[in-house]
């Protein structure tokens, strides 16, 4: 098991920035890959961002690649999601996942976070 807790969501204008956070629990943090995904009313989740669980390897969607940066602090067993250039269509409720194997399907991942809502406004 691998809990995981996300906070940092809000509310913010186009143009500004927020960073999520995501806590784990348990001693297995530092060997898992994790990601961000997020899902926004009425569409299907999406893959963000995600990280080897070295950190040395990162990943983005086309989406949010040059605005978005995913790092991790293995010694606090957090991973971090930083948003710069907000858009209104990255609205969404963002949930951070663990997995063994590195994979940008979110099916791959094994444990999830309970999300955490970004809304920005026009």
């Known amino acids: 098991q691998v809990p995981l807790v996300e906070s940092g969501g809000g509310l913010v204008q186009a143009g500004g920035s927020l960073r999520l956070s995501c806590a784990a629990s348990?001693?297995?943090?530092?060997?898992?890959?994790m990601g961000w995904f997020r899902q926004a009313p009425g569409k299907e989740r999406e893959f963000v961002a995600r990280?080897?669980?070295?950190?040395?390897?990162?990943y983005y969607a086309d989406s949010v690649k040059g605005r978005f940066t995913i790092s991790r602090d293995n010694a606090k067993n957090t991973v971090y999601l930083q948003m710069n250039s907000l858009r209104p269509e990255d609205t969404a409720v963002y949930y951070c996942?663990?997995?063994?194997?590195?994979?940008?399907?979110?099916?791959?991942?094994?444990?999830w976070g309970q999300g955490t809502q970004v809304t920005v406004s026009s």
């Open positions: 348990g001693r297995t943090f530092s060997s898992k890959h």
């Open positions: 990280i080897s669980w070295s950190g040395i390897s990162t």
């Open positions: 996942a663990a997995a063994t194997r590195l994979s940008s399907y979110d099916s791959q991942y094994d444990y």
